[in-house]
């Protein structure tokens, strides 16, 4: 089975990352910019910014599911005012973006944590 994985970069992603590589899945992953952190067998796909019209089309060809852990789950500037617009454009507008571009790619499987 081939996975996309978004979010492989943080605590649950990586820890993902690698069990999946043990049972012998093929992983591709979309991130906002090419990382070290995984061996070459981990595809890498560079989306740049996280936004509400990124493009995915590129990493969606030939898998048969997304898991999809990217989000924002922390408030690093706590005084800038659009806080709540920055959690709506990261975890609800990507997150529904992605979803559409994965329905039209005939991915079969959208998992979302």
């Known amino acids: 089975m081939k996975v996309l994985l978004t ?53 969606l060809t030939g898998i048969d599911c997304v898991i999809h852990l990217a989000g924002k789950a922390h408030v690093i500037d706590k005084n800038k005012a659009s806080v709540l617009d920055e959690f709506r454009l990261i975890n609800t507008d990507l997150t529904l973006n992605l979803a559409r571009q994965a329905a039209v790619a005939g991915v079969n499987r959208f998992v979302f944590l």
Do not use: C
């Not at 990586?14 to 043990?22: G, H, K, P």
């Not at 070459?40 to 910014?49: A, C, G, S």
């Open 7 to 59: 979010g492989a970069t943080g605590f649950i992603g990586q820890a993902l990352v690698t069990e999946l590589i043990r049972q012998s899945f093929s992983i591709s992953i979309a991130v906002r910019q090419k990382s070290n952190l995984f061996p070459d067998e981990v595809k890498q796909f560079v989306v740049r910014n996280f936004e509400s019209d990124s493009d995915f089309s590129a990493s």
